[in-house]
Nanobody, 125 residues
Framework: QVQLEESGGGLVQPGDSLRLSCAAS??????VGWFRQATGKEREFVAG????????KYDDSVEGRFSFSRDTWRNTVYLQMNSLKPEDTAVYYC????????????????????WGQGTQVTVSS
């Protein structure tokens, strides 16, 4: 069981940037995903990265604004969020799961076995 620690959320204005971090315990590399849940809505996929770090997928709503980076040594994944919009406001959850292939990006929440506690992102003027 891997422990995930998220950080980086906060209150920002429209157009601002934030960087979320997801640090995994241990040295095993995992496929990682970010999901978000706004008040009164279902949890939705935001972005995912393969355990190799070479493959990524983004929801259409964040494509071109959000991007991944991965620090293998620290076993930490970062989600850079630029040009934030009020509709990006939500609790953001990091999730991780082991995959056999280093190329697999996991997009379905029910395929993730480990979840972080969530971090609040609020975009408001």
């Amino acid at each position: 069981q891997v422990q995930l620690e998220e950080s980086g959320g906060g209150l920002v204005q429209p157009g601002d940037s934030l960087r979320l971090s997801c640090a995994a315990s241990g040295r095993t590399q995992y496929a990682v995903g970010w999901f978000r849940q706004a008040t009164g809505k279902e949890r939705e996929f935001v972005a995912g990265i393969s355990k190799s770090g070479r493959f990524t997928k983004y929801d259409d709503s964040v494509e071109g604004r959000f991007s991944f980076s991965r620090d293998t040594w620290r076993n930490t994944v970062y989600l850079q969020m630029n040009s934030l919009k009020p509709e990006d406001t939500a609790v953001y959850y990091c999730a991780a799961t082991w995959t056999q292939s280093p190329m697999t990006v996991v997009m379905r929440a029910n395929e993730y076995t480990n979840w972080g506690q969530g971090t609040q992102v609020t975009v408001s003027s």
